[in-house]
């Protein structure tokens, strides 16, 4: 089949649950760009669309579907917008659209019968997308030379059965990918558009995060060259000296970003940046080395204020050295941002009162804080045990599952419980 035209499109929520974070920061799906810098790479003609920083009306979605005519159409989804790709689907149908549809993203990757039987989509790609979208690609292209069979790392639908190809082997060489397709996007739709991933994979084992499952317990990274390279392309492109890193432990590896801030520091231009990280992954003098280049934020998950908790979560963090190393960073005129869960499968009122408690100390030391209620999203070690650890999912659709409401009860407690202690919570830091 003629395969040369790839819309890529970046789902989004309802509106009222949009207009309830118009305020959060606005970034590109750096996923989408990522996959769409392999295919451009490799000759493919390829557009975005990005929902949530643009949700266009339905006729103008129709006029670009006409106008394009892409061949094949693919979704980057997560939770809270499965009912969005359901309505998209359903339009596409509507509309006579004849192409191959793909999804893919935190959501399609544990769920791959629900995408192919409920939502109708033709091929779901399980975890990094940028080769094996274009090695779907291509076995459409020339399915006898490349047969789907050998394509791994997605799932498809062969009459009655559902075919669930080989695990795709991770990207070892991270430098190995372009760098983001920025020029096909509006960067003016984004609150902020300088953004970069720099590594993949965590070593960590958190039941409330599905990362492990999707990218791999071993952290591949790419190179301090290899980022400076992209900050200047970005910088240049945005006209631009202010970024964001995405990764969820960038100073994971103490080496890397002794060599970043280095390189960095060598540029006449001065940059200003915000990172996140764990407690345990930073020293004092990477929080000195940070500031010196730029570093004006860095996120800290805590998740708890009881070190029993922090254990039976997988966190394994000190909430001493937790305190002792935020404060220190506040000091050296760095804003933190410590981010706490409460309803863990295991919390108690006690251990909730003992997180509330570390959240009102922090912040009274000056510290921002922020919380959420735990939500067992599908892929985390929460969800995939949620009967072995005592827990019930209260929720009716996909579109609840949301950290500003408690769509759970515990052994311990009961999903009004921890409502009325998670609004306990909001309450005493605002």
């Known amino acids: ?70 061949d094949v159409i693919g979704y980057s989804v997560y939770t809270r917008t499965v009912p969005f790709l359901r309505r998209m689907v359903e339009l596409n149908k509507k509309i006579g659209y004849e192409g191959i549809t793909v999804v893919g993203g935190p959501h399609p990757s544990f769920n791959e019968r629900e995408m192919l039987d409920d939502i109708g989509a033709d091929f779901v790609i399980k975890g990094e997308g940028e080769f094996t979208f274009l090695k779907l690609l291509e076995s459409l292209k020339y399915p006898v030379q490349y047969p789907i069979s050998r394509v791994k790392g997605i799932s498809y639908r062969i009459k009655n059965d559902i075919y669930i ?16 397709a920025i020029g096909i996007i509006d960067p003016e739709k984004y609150s902020t558009a300088f953004t970069l991933i720099t590594s993949r994979g965590c070593p960590g084992n958190c039941v409330y995060c599905a990362s492990r499952a ?33 990764d969820d432990t960038f100073t994971a590896n103490k080496e890397r970003l002794e060599y970043f801030c280095l390189l960095l520091s060598k540029y006449n231009e001065k940059y200003a940046f915000r990172i996140e990280s764990r407690v345990d992954a930073v020293r004092e003098k990477d929080i000195d080395a940070l500031k010196k280049v730029g570093c004006e934020v860095i996120h800290f998950g805590v998740e708890s204020g009881s070190q029993e908790i922090i254990k039976k979560i997988g966190k394994n963090i000190n909430l001493s050295w937790a305190k002792e190393i935020m ?28 997180t509330i408690s570390l959240m009102e100390i922090l912040r009274n030391s000056g510290i921002e804080v922020s919380v959420a209620g735990c939500v067992p999203f599908p892929g985390t070690p929460l969800y995939e045990h949620k009967d072995k650890l005592g827990i019930s999912i ?21 999903q009004e419980q921890l409502r009325e202690l998670l609004f306990s919570a909001v309450t005493k830091i605002s």
């Open 1 to 70: 089949m003629k395969v040369e035209k790839v819309l890529l499109i970046n789902c989004t929520l309802d509106k009222h649950s949009r207009a309830k974070i118009h305020n959060v920061v606005s970034s590109p799906n750096l996923g989408l760009l990522s996959i769409a810098g392999v295919l451009i790479m490799h000759g493919y003609d390829v557009k975005i669309l990005d929902f949530f920083a643009d949700p266009i009306k339905k006729e103008q979605y129709k006029k670009i579907l006409e106008e394009f005519n892409p």
């Open 327 to 354: 404060c220190y960073a506040n000091k050296q005129n760095i804003h933190v941002v410590a981010s706490f869960i409460i309803g863990h499968f295991c919390d108690t009122e006690r251990t909730i009162q003992e």
């Open 214 to 246: 999707l990218s791999g317990n071993k952290y591949r990274m790419r190179s301090a060259e290899n980022i400076i390279c992209e900050i200047y392309f970005l910088s240049e492109k945005l006209n631009s000296r202010k970024f964001l890193i995405l």
């Open 165 to 180: 190809s080989e695990k795709i082997e991770y990207i070892e060489n991270l430098d190995a990918l372009p760098l983001q």
């Open 394 to 414: 209260h929720a009716h659709s996909w579109q609840e599952y949301d950290f500003s409401n408690m769509i759970i009860s515990t052994s311990y407690l009961s």
